[in-house]
């Protein structure tokens, strides 16, 4: 299977509420990736965690990373219905500069 | 600053049919340059990727082909669509600094009849 699972493939939730979405790899990385894709466009970068990194902040987005799980986590507080978007993990690798995608979870924020 | 353009935005084809995409980057030199495709709802798959002018590499064996003849653009092409080509199609670049930081375009939907 791919590099960089999503779960859950989609979510769905109220505005105000907190989203969680979690990302799983399965080999060594140098950093993980987060984007966001609103529906028909294309990806936009979010943030990035190193792999000597446990936890990022970027204004409502949180990002944690466990190396020994080899799983990531993005945090969105507070969300709005303008979250609402496809959300990506992409991992990239010791060697290179390709990114390795996930399937992506589709959040829907409720007004 | 940099940008990055894609078109067209949409295009139908027909089955058999030649393509060309293309998608140019403004205000850096020599970026990475990488094209994916997007099935419906699905995560992006990478199909090819250029680290400098006439430098292609293929990442799945298939109907498509690319071409970099300048240093900021990037060319997707197919001498005969099939249905199965239909799809999203993602231009992305880097600096190729080592962060992997991607920056991509707006993209292009393909539909192949």
């Known amino acids: ?36 894709q609103n529906s028909g466009r294309g990806l936009v970068h979010l ?23 080899k799983s990531s986590s993005l945090l969105i507080t507070a969300s709005r219905a303008a979250d609402t978007a496809s959300y990506f993990c992409a991992t ?6 390709m990114l390795t995608f996930g399937g992506g979870t589709r959040l829907m924020v409720k007004p | 600053s940099q940008t990055i353009h894609q078109w067209p935005a949409t295009l ?54 690319a071409s970099r003849p300048q240093d900021r653009q990037f060319i997707l092409s197919s001498k005969k669509l099939l249905l199965s080509d239909s799809g999203f199609y993602l231009c992305a670049w880097d600096s190729g600094q080592g962060r992997g930081e991607q920056f991509f375009g707006p993209g292009t939907r393909l539909t192949v009849l």
């Open chain 1, 92 to 97: 990239l690798k010791g060697a290179g500069n």
């Open chain 2, 12 to 65: 139908v084809q027909p089955v058999g049919s030649p393509l060309s995409l293309e998608c140019t980057v403004e205000g850096t030199s020599n970026p990475n340059l990488y094209w994916y495709r997007q099935a419906a709802g699905r995560g992006l798959q990478l199909l090819f990727y250029s680290v400098g002018i006439g430098q292609i590499s293929s990442e799945v064996p298939q109907n498509l082909s």
């Open chain 1, 47 to 69: 943030i990035l965690i190193r792999s000597n990194e446990r936890e990022k902040h970027s204004g409502r987005l949180r990002v944690t990373l466990d190396t020994s799980k």
């Open chain 1, 1 to 36: 299977s791919q590099q960089g699972e999503e779960d859950p493939q989609a979510l769905s939730i109220q505005e105000g509420e907190n989203a969680t979405m979690n990302c799983s790899y399965k080999t060594s990385i140098n950093n993980l990736q987060w984007y966001r």
